[in-house]
């Protein structure tokens, strides 16, 4: 039975223990010096010895917040903080045994490193008790035979947390390819390739974070462990355990992000985000607000939207502008008001069905809004403008892709003068609204068949977090001209991804069925449009070969888009200004 106690019992718990620990190591310190003999002209010296380390030291650990530590949770931080509080203060005993030499009351020096040596073993052991308790005398032998994999730190924090009674949780082996034949907290540690000749029945597997998730979970999946956790947010408390997720078997780590290229190119800086409350845009002003602006301007036409981000940004100064970027004169408005110096274009119509059934409204917002943005940036002197561009404007077939294709061609031709701009292409972001992903979960939820618009369909994924570090990282880097384009590893296969989904839910009723492609959409996603792309000092990014288009024609073809009555007109002027596009109706 555990007993738990209020954060202030705690804290006296541990006052009134320590005011006995020290009591008790002040007088054995004088009875071990004196071989339990102490001479009567000592008593009074003992008497200042107590007194002065019990006020000192419980004073220092109260202040120092020593009392506020998890009984159960204690670490080696909390140990580094006893130790040095503990040491301070016996060099101040020290000091005071100088001072008061020739006076009545004489500390032996030997006394002093037997005191601290006596205290010190007593406060760690009475503060480490209770997590020696659940760790080892309370583990947890009945819980279900589990395997983790990971790091050996992260893997002895994995322990630390299911080691412990009702975990249901009983770890069996440790895999890590680069120890081996050695035990961690009394588990053995193999290599995969040797775990797996061991022939061991196991139930779960945990998931350290840095492990490589997509290719390690088919293996493990293979050896029969039907249940798999992942791992992360640790600390000296233990680690948050959690069901695996698709979006953790889809996520791409770039190994060559480079945060510290980002501080500097945002730090301390003015940024105008369009599009703010939505699922990038909102992303690139967390970035922001992590990577130190000094004032992020937050646009966005939807009330509900720029409300949410804007409750959700606490560290940085913002400003909430309720505007659509194809309103110039509001824009131009507010660029005078706040000079903005770097400017991230995420607002934008992205849905490939909706835009479809609303050409005119996506050829407005899309090429509009952001030729409006384009040329207010440059009218107001913005150091740097970066725009959100996407995979389908490549060799497009449907509208939506078509509109981002022109904005690229519109930044890369503009008579910039003083304003750097950039595009950057990526594809696919779990999470993003329109994404399969939550339409899949929401299908599973409900116990409905999971709809997938044909079997060989293919989508390239990445987490929007890493996505919008590398939107950030290559706006860092751009000089003005070029479309960057983020490495988004393998497309996949969408009905691989929705059958994942499946058995991860655990749902054998669930089945996947057909729709038929939808209006404007392609079998799969390119983000190059040929091989002479060009490699930058990143593996992650790369740059596309720049397509010329006289910016005063350009212009004058966006007008007639812009002027065209029907969708018939609209189609043919796209394809004028985009030769490539090559409309599907799916019909």
Request: a neutral charge; hydrophobic letters at 40%.
């Amino acid at each position: 039975m555990i007993i738990r106690i209020s954060n202030l019992g705690r804290k006296l718990f541990f006052m009134v223990m320590d005011f006995f620990i020290i009591i008790f190591s002040s007088y054995f310190a004088f009875a071990l010096r004196f071989d339990f003999n102490i001479p009567v002209q000592y008593h009074d010296s003992i008497i200042v010895t107590m007194l002065f380390l019990l006020t000192i030291r419980i004073a220092l650990f109260y202040y120092f917040r020593v009392y506020n530590i998890s009984w159960r949770h204690f670490g080696f931080k909390d140990t580094f903080r006893l130790a040095f509080l503990t040491i301070g203060t016996t060099l101040l005993l020290v000091i005071v045994s100088y001072l008061i030499r020739g006076s009545e009351y004489i500390i032996p020096r030997s006394i002093i490193p037997i005191e601290f040596f006596l205290s010190f073993f007593f406060f760690m052991t009475l503060r480490v008790s209770k997590r020696v308790y659940l760790e080892l005398m309370h583990r947890n032998i009945k819980g279900k035979s589990t395997v983790i994999l990971g790091t050996l730190d992260n893997s002895n924090t994995i322990l630390r947390t299911i080691n412990v009674k009702g975990s249901g949780y009983y770890p069996i082996a440790i895999i890590n390819d680069l120890h081996r034949n050695i035990k961690i907290n009394g588990v053995e540690v193999y290599s995969l390739e040797k775990f797996q000749t061991l022939g061991i029945t196991c139930e779960v597997a945990i998931m350290d974070t840095s492990v490589e998730l997509p290719n390690i979970y088919d293996t493990l999946t293979n050896l029969g462990i039907e249940e798999v956790k992942v791992a992360s947010d640790y600390s000296d408390y233990g680690a948050q355990i959690t069901d695996i997720s698709v979006e953790d078997l889809l996520a791409r780590h770039p190994k060559d992000l480079d945060k510290e290229r980002i501080h500097s190119f945002l730090k301390g800086k003015v940024v105008l985000v369009t599009g703010a409350g939505g699922s990038i845009g909102s992303e690139i002003c967390r970035q922001c607000e992590k990577f130190g602006v000094k004032e992020l301007l937050l646009l966005d036409n939807s009330e509900f939207n720029l409300y949410a981000i804007t409750e959700e940004l606490r560290q940085v100064k913002t400003v909430s502008i309720m505007q659509s970027v194809v309103n110039k004169t509001d824009l131009e408005s507010t660029f005078a008001k706040y000079k903005p110096e770097i400017v991230i274009h995420a607002a934008a119509y992205k849905h490939v069905p909706l835009v479809e059934a609303n050409i005119h409204e996506g050829i407005v917002n899309n090429i509009k809004g952001t030729q409006n943005v384009i040329d207010t940036a440059i009218a107001f002197d913005v150091e740097k403008l970066v725009l959100i561009s996407t995979d389908k404007a490549v060799r497009p077939t449907n509208v939506m892709g078509t509109t981002k294709r022109i904005c690229e061609l519109y930044a890369q031709n503009a008579n910039t003068q003083k304003t750097d701009i950039v595009a950057v292409r990526f594809g696919n972001v779990l999470g993003s609204s329109g994404s399969v992903i939550p339409k899949f979960k929401s299908q599973i939820d409900k116990g409905e068949n999971i709809t997938v618009t044909h079997p060989d369909i293919t989508r390239y994924f990445m987490l929007i977090p890493e996505a919008c570090e590398l939107v950030l990282q290559a706006g860092a880097i751009g000089t003005g001209g070029e479309i960057f384009i983020l490495d988004m590893g393998d497309p996949i296969k969408i009905v691989d991804l929705a059958q994942k989904m499946i058995d991860l839910s655990g749902r054998k009723d669930i089945h996947i069925e057909f729709s038929g492609l939808r209006p404007g959409e392609k079998l799969y996603e390119e983000l190059l449009i040929d091989d002479s792309d060009a490699s930058t000092q990143y593996e992650s990014i790369t740059v596309a070969k720049p397509t010329p288009y006289n910016i005063q024609a350009l212009r004058q073809d966006i007008d007639i888009l812009l002027a065209c009555k029907n969708n018939k007109e609209r189609i043919q002027q796209l394809q004028k200004i985009v030769p490539e596009f090559n409309h599907q109706t799916n019909e």
